[in-house]
């Protein structure tokens, strides 16, 4: 039989990138197929290879290929299996196979045997030194497979034989430790050898016991104790299998990092170094028995997504000597990481690395960092050139002061070491603007940046929370620019634990209790709506229906607090909220006292979450709790028009932020209304001269409401002004990441006076959502982009822009231009999509799979 489609991808499992030590037992499979135009899939068979023996399953009569059933018997602990996928087209073709997925199976609660081992666990509440931790082991023949099941209390490094076991930093991250504390697989088969073989690991604080809040934070948030769990199964060539495991026979010693903190920075002695320490033969002299914990093996889970790793570096554009022993560093771009120096110098010279993001009167700013120090040390060991970078720490960061002898930094080289979630990058975009282009770029770094382990709200202060209003608004930017469903999904799942018995859920997740502003465990709109929201987001974005169906509890306890609180006049009103924070009206010190009534945008919120998850249930096919969370959702509608418009769509008191959510949010129902509401909001913003009038709720919202009432060229107009407070202000004062604040840096170069400044912040890069889906002109039209909408929109002098998704089903594309009076439009659908092309000019058009050019009349 002829074969007209080329072999698909080798498929994958689940969400995972790295499919070893996996937590599904049955995990489910997706592939895509880069065939010709035309081709379409029928079917599809698996090959799945166990113990060597194949079987072939299908063909399967099925057109979709994403999360396909698991076609055995479910995966035993440590099994693994290789996956192969051949496609069968309408056509009556057959495709090659693919090539291989191995992929493996992690433990359950019964196989663990490790135990929390780590040294003293020293005074409660301190800053106490880390500690080594080490054992020797013999291998006792030919090794076939070994593999290392890791953990901690705070964050740990493996080492075997004196090398590193995996490249993952910072792990095991940070979750809802009492109930769910990841794990991580390694393959080691390479870093042991017969006969005599060592173990160790550095320990840290992390999130576990480091300090962490406000206000000075808190140490031993989760525990006193300092760590490491680890089990290290090796599979002999006879098939007999030995387990190392951690448990009181290790030792532990002090490390020579000196103190280690999440805020405060790293401090190494190099002269402390036990060289050898975790190599067979090792003279334990000196070394103490160690401390063991206690964990329920329960709750120790594999993860659902990829682990925080160094993805790139970044060498400085600049250095200047300010003195002798002083050096000013410049990256040229704030990130987040630590930076690796090498140099050589005297047996106890000390270097200290300070950290910034912006410079103030030509020095570092740190009053932004709040109580977080950012500081790194480092003592030369005096051993001719030497290399450090830190282990259990991170900044956010462009600029660096180094102090140093003259000899020291007279040999010093340094590079930033960037870090964040190895997401894999699936979103591009660019136009004939490079100020746009810039100001895209920035929300790229600054979700690099803030997507370390979670959501985080900001890289560099004394904060660092995942705090759910930033990601609830983001979401939909998130998934298009990178793949987000493992790391969200996890996260999700800790939102679910940490949300109230009354379905309250936290401001951040996970929560901290203490010394906080807040009772933050309190309800507040569009922070708490993220428990609909998100999962949504997530499952349009990868058209997994699994993240609804393990939300689904979370998000109806949610809006069913919101029914209960309401009242019978259906407007949530009566609690503190946070409104459209960061409001530009709003003063430095008051950031909620924004120009929009707070109940309103709660209220709002209601609604639409109501809405949301009433088309969740749909999806879900939960007809009944449908048409009860679509009637809740109109109900709320109705209440809020009655209570804040004059009926035909105008607010009593108005603002750009109120009439985006009445246009967004799908208030207004009425034609006519919803048209004065948009003419209303154009006047809004022609009269701040196309200034920014919204902070983090309005601000997602308005370029869509403008474009969706006729104003398209106000949005564009909005887009490009370069004035404060504007988007593409912070580009003209050199910003290289999205701001907190519209003016953390005043146009004077000062840095704004509030307390809450940051140079690293995402949630108002959410823009980019409507850069991506109307300036392009790209976005799903059905979950996972199995149905695509190309609705490209030019405007504001733009004479090209294009974006890029690699989507679940492949490549979708989309490249437009303006050459005198015609708009040329170019557009890319994969095989298992469709998608419609809406033209400037209303033309619509129904497109399959392959490239395609259009022209259209241009105005």
Excluded: K
């Amino acid at each position: 039989m002829t074969v007209t489609a080329p072999a698909p991808d080798a498929p994958t499992a689940e969400n995972h990138r790295e499919p070893v030590g996996i937590g599904e037992r049955r995990p489910r499979l997706s592939w895509t197929t880069d065939a010709p135009a035309g081709w379409a899939q029928r079917a599809y068979e698996l090959e799945v290879t166990r113990s060597g023996n194949p079987t072939v399953h299908g063909p399967v009569t099925d057109d979709d290929s994403r999360y396909r059933a698991w076609p055995e018997a479910p995966l035993a602990p440590r099994e693994s299996a290789t996956v192969r996928v051949r496609v069968h087209g309408t056509d009556g073709s057959v495709s090659d196979w693919s090539d291989p997925l191995t992929l493996e199976r992690g433990l359950t609660p019964d196989d663990w045997v490790a135990v929390p081992v780590g040294g003293d666990p020293g005074e409660p509440g301190t800053e106490r030194r880390p500690s080594l931790v080490r054992s020797g082991f013999t291998v006792r023949g030919p090794v076939t497979a070994a593999r290392l099941y890791v953990t901690a209390h705070g964050v740990a490094e493996v080492e075997i034989n004196g090398r590193r076991a995996g490249d993952d930093v910072l792990s095991p991250g940070w979750s809802v430790y009492p109930h769910r504390l990841r794990y991580r697989t390694h393959d080691v088969t390479d870093l042991v050898v017969e006969g005599g073989n060592a173990i160790g690991a550095w320990l840290g604080d992390g999130w576990y016991r480091g300090r962490i809040g406000f206000h000075g934070g808190a140490r031993d948030r989760y525990g006193t104790d300092q760590s490491v769990i680890a089990q290290m199964e090796i599979t002999y060539a006879d098939g007999s299998r030995d387990v190392v495991a951690t448990g009181p026979s290790w030792t532990a010693a002090p490390s020579p990092i000196l103190s280690s903190s999440l805020y405060d920075g790293e401090a190494f002695d190099a002269r402390e170094v036990p060289h050898g320490w975790s190599e067979p033969g090792f003279d334990e002299t000196g070394w103490a028995p160690v401390h063991v914990a206690e964990r329920d093996p329960a709750t120790l889970v594999a993860p659902d997504g990829p682990p925080v790793r160094c993805t790139r570096t970044v060498r400085p554009v600049r250095t200047e000597r300010r003195a002798p022993d002083r050096l000013l560093v410049d990256l040229g771009q704030n990130l987040v990481g630590r930076l690796a120096l090498r140099t050589r110098g005297e047996r106890g010279r000390e270097i200290v690395i300070r950290h910034a993001e912006v410079l103030q009167d030509g020095e570092l700013c740190t009053r932004p960092l709040r109580e977080a120090a950012n500081t790194d040390r480092y003592v030369l060991a005096g051993a001719g050139e030497e290399m450090w970078e830190p282990r259990f720490t991170f900044h956010g960061f462009r600029y660096a002061e180094v102090t140093a002898a003259a000899a020291v930094l007279d040999h010093l080289e340094l590079e930033a070491r960037v870090l964040h979630t190895d997401l894999r990058r699936t979103g591009w975009f660019a136009c004939s603007d490079p100020d746009l282009n810039r100001l895209h770029d920035n929300v790229v770094w600054s979700m690099r940046g803030n997507f370390l382990d979670l959501p985080t709200d900001c890289p560099q202060r004394d904060e660092r929370l995942g705090w759910t209003g930033d990601i609830g608004v983001f979401a939909p930017t998130a998934g298009f620019l990178h793949d987000v469903t493992g790391m969200l999904g996890s996260w999700l799942r800790d939102l679910a634990v940490e949300q109230s018995d009354e379905g309250a859920v936290p401001v951040f997740v996970p929560i901290l209790d203490g010394a906080e502003p807040w009772d933050m465990r309190a309800p507040v709109a569009a922070w708490g709506d993220a428990g609909v929201l998100t999962p949504w987001d997530v499952h349009r974005a990868s058209g997994d229906p699994a993240v609804l169906e393990r939300q689904w509890d979370s998000a109806r306890a949610w809006v069913d607090l919101l029914a209960r609180r309401s009242g019978p006049d259906r407007l949530w009103t009566g609690d503190m909220q946070l409104g459209d924070w960061l409001d530009p009206a709003a003063p430095p010190d008051d950031p909620a006292a924004a120009t929009t009534d707070r109940e309103l945008v709660a209220s709002a919120y209601f609604a639409h979450s109501a809405r949301r998850l009433s088309e969740i249930a749909a999806a879900l096919g939960r007809s009944a709790d449908a048409a009860h969370y679509a009637a809740l959702a109109g109900e709320v509608r109705s209440a809020i028009r009655g209570r804040w418009t004059d009926g035909h769509g105008r607010l009593a008191d108005e603002s750009q932020c109120g009439y985006a959510l009445l246009i967004a949010f799908g208030i207004l129902e009425d034609a006519d209304a919803r048209a004065r509401a948009g003419e209303r909001l154009r006047e809004l913003v022609r009269n701040a001269d196309h200034r920014i009038a919204t902070g983090f709720v309005g601000t997602p919202l308005v370029s869509e409401a403008l474009a969706s009432t006729g104003g398209l060229d106000t949005a564009y107009r909005q887009l490009r002004e370069r004035g404060c407070p504007s988007w593409l202000y912070p580009v003209t004062m050199g910003a290289t990441t999205i701001w907190e604040r519209w003016d953390s840096m005043l146009p004077d170069g000062t840095v704004n006076p509030g307390e809450m400044t940051s140079f690293n912040h995402y949630a108002l890069g959410a823009v980019a959502h409507w850069m991506h889906s109307t300036v392009a002109g790209l976005a799903p039209a059905a979950p996972g982009w199995r149905r695509i909408r190309f609705a490209p929109r030019p405007g504001g002098d733009l004479t090209w822009a294009r974006g890029a998704h690699d989507g679940p089903y492949g490549r979708v594309a989309i490249e437009w231009s303006v050459e005198g009076s015609t708009i040329t439009v170019r557009t890319t659908v994969p095989t298992g999509s469709i998608a419609t092309l809406d033209l400037p000019d209303g033309t619509v058009r129904e497109l399959g799979p392959g490239t395609a050019e259009h022209t259209c009349a241009a105005g």
